[in-house]
């Protein structure tokens, strides 16, 4: 048996039919079924004379290394009792956190790794913490902590709530303690790009190529940041912009015309597959361009004013949800 790490699940050729199962060497219970179009970790143990098995998640948006610690921590848990996995002790927040992630209608991969980074980044010394060991105290105090960016304050303790309420629906846990959080008030940011002449010396200054097309595609789409990080140059077509997932967890077709072609015109042939690539991000695309001083989003917000007087039609525009400004 192999030890399945992240290089293993990668390198194993998908079956032409059935699937294959790999049990891992030293975690005993972990396996990988890899079939003609996926390859899924599960969790298998036999727990008083019965077979439980845990759906883990598919790689690789579960990672090896995600998948052991998440093998690990059940095999704890499932080694105090048998039944159902309701009266054994709660999960670490870690293990809750994949298993919240594997969920397969969970938005974007982008919002994934967001919300990963997020915990690793603001909650990292409760990742190997069982649940029921994270008191209202320690929440309120987190919360208190972050409370100079209101907004990441609330985000990341709302999230652990979802992780938390997620987590209940198999594990016998208490309410989550963050109804002891008192939530900030956040007063939305309307900024746009008022000065378009200042915008265009901005982007004009910018030394790297791919981050001016990268602000000027925003501009004249009104994609998300998110959005255009991960464009794929086989999902721009004549006459749209193919976006296989969005925000909301659903594809879109963003009509476009020649404008957009000659925005983009400056960095095709630089990647067979990213619109725009950075070859020392690991994603293999930007994931943070040099700052100007209109955020990604100001440029949403602008988007609807400036595509009109580009000539893209109000019906296009209002299909993309953007919402309208004063002129610039």
């Known amino acids: 048996m192999p030890k399945l790490t992240e290089t293993f699940a990668r390198k194993v050729p998908q079956t032409k039919t059935g699937t294959d199962k790999h049990w891992d060497s030293e975690i005993k219970g972990l396996v990988l079924f890899v079939g003609k179009r996926s390859k899924t970790w599960y969790f298998q143990k036999d727990v008083g004379g019965q077979t439980k098995r845990v759906l883990i998640g598919r790689f690789p948006v579960i990672s090896a290394q995600a998948a052991r610690r998440t093998a690990m ?3 704890l848990e499932m080694g105090r009792g048998a039944g159902k996995m309701a009266q054994i002790g709660a999960p670490t927040l870690d293990a809750a956190l994949e298993r919240y992630l594997a969920r397969p209608r969970l938005r974007s991969e982008a919002h994934k790794r967001s919300l990963r ?3 690793e ?3 990292k ?3 190997q913490l069982p649940l029921d060991e994270i008191s209202k105290k320690m929440v309120t105090e987190k919360h208190r902590s972050l409370g100079d960016r209101p907004s990441t304050a609330n ?3 709302k999230y652990f709530r979802t992780v938390w309420n997620h987590a209940r629906r198999v594990y016998d846990l208490p309410e989550s303690p963050t ?3 008192e939530w900030y008030d956040e007063r939305p940011n309307d900024q746009i790009i008022d000065d378009l002449k200042e915008w265009s010396n901005s982007i004009e200054a910018l030394l790297n190529p791919i981050h001016r097309v990268f602000y000027e595609l925003l501009l004249f789409t009104g994609l998300r940041k998110s959005e255009a ?3 794929e140059w086989e999902n721009i077509y004549e006459d749209r912009i193919h976006l296989p997932i969005t925000k909301n967890g659903r594809s879109f077709d963003l009509p476009i015309l020649q404008v957009h072609h000659e925005i983009l015109a400056p960095v095709r042939g630089l990647s067979r597959k990213w619109v725009f690539p950075s070859p020392k991000s690991a994603t293999g695309y930007i994931t943070n361009p040099a700052r100007i001083a209109w955020s990604p989003h100001a440029h949403r917000r602008t988007f609807a004013t400036v595509a009109m007087e580009a000539g893209i039609l109000e019906e296009i ?3 993309l949800g953007a919402p309208v400004v004063p002129d610039v």
């Open 155 to 157: 985000h990341t303790l």
């Open 179 to 181: 109804l002891a959080v």
């Open 73 to 75: 921590g059940l095999a």
């Open 317 to 319: 525009v209002g299909r």
């Open 121 to 123: 980044l603001h909650l």
């Open 125 to 127: 010394e409760w990742l």
């Open 117 to 119: 980074q997020q915990f």
């Open 229 to 231: 990080f991960t464009l």
